[in-house]
């Protein structure tokens, strides 16, 4: 199951696309296993030298709840030294942020892929509306 993060898409331009391993409870991971799991308006943040994801929404698991549970608790994200060193570089020196952009399951490890992303501006948002309007009237044209 791959959960993707479209808002991250709409908002961002990606550039650079990071693997990271993500620190879960079991309960956690079945969720996410079921799809149940929400990335938009979440990013990752760099705190000394570890990352952490923040504001991800994991859905508690339906047949065994647990009591107190928080949906949207920072969770630490698995990643190389040097990978965090690089991250960190980038995005202080430059106006990039890191932004969660899909959590998938790669041999039975749950993992996330985190991307560089520059803000885009309004206008560039409207721009991107209206090709997709384009695009689906073109497709709709040649179907018929």
Known sequence: MKITNKKAFFDYQLLDRFEAGINLY?????SV????ADLSGSF???????AYL???????????QVEGYDERRTRK???HKKEIIALKSKTEGSNLSLVPV?????????KLEVALGKGKKKYEKRESIKKKDIQRDLERELSN
């Open 54 to 64: 923040v504001n991800a929404k994991i859905f508690a698991y339906q047949p065994g």
């Open 33 to 36: 296993r079921l799809g149940k």
């Open 26 to 30: 079991g309960h956690e991971v079945k």
């Open 44 to 50: 990752v943040r760099i705190i000394g030298s570890e």
């Open 77 to 79: 994200l698995l990643l």
């Open 102 to 110: 899909s959590l998938y399951l790669k041999s039975g490890f749950v």
